[in-house]
Nanobody, 120 residues
Framework: VQLQASGGGLVQAGGSLRLSCAAS????????????VGWYRQAPGKQRESVAR???????DYLDSVKGRFTISRDNAKNSVYLQMNNLKPEDTALYYC???????????WGQGTQVTVSS
């Protein structure tokens, strides 16, 4: 399974970006729809952290600092997951990774990372 992330860039504080991640390879639409998906980020010198997760049942989980600003969504027909980021802050600057966790063994797949840089 390959994950291709895109949509990162340089934006001023208060701006918006939309990250996209498309899964391809040995993952069917049915398996993707049953998978949990998420976005993680890692800033220089810091550990990778979970930003937003969307579970197969529809529930979501967000990092406290992004609640109300970021929205995760998915399009199972396109094997894709998205992260809409609004009101971006300099502290959101990081390399963002998409993740797909497939059942039944919760195997993790990762995208290559897309850089988000927010200037003050």
């Amino acid at each position: 399974v390959q994950l291709q992330a895109s949509g990162g860039g340089l934006v001023q504080a208060g701006g918006s970006l939309r990250l996209s991640c498309a899964a391809s390879g040995s993952i069917s639409g049915l398996l993707f729809s049953r998978s949990n998906v998420g976005w993680y980020r890692q800033a220089p010198g810091k550990q990778r952290e979970s930003v937003a997760r969307l579970f197969s049942g529809g529930s979501t989980d967000y990092l406290d600092s992004v609640k109300g600003r970021f929205t995760i969504s998915r399009d199972n027909a396109k094997n894709s997951v998205y992260l809409q980021m609004n009101n971006l802050k300099p502290e959101d600057t990081a390399l963002y990774y998409c993740n797909v966790r497939t059942p039944p063994l919760f195997r993790d797949y990762w995208g290559q990372g897309t850089q988000v840089t927010v200037s003050s």
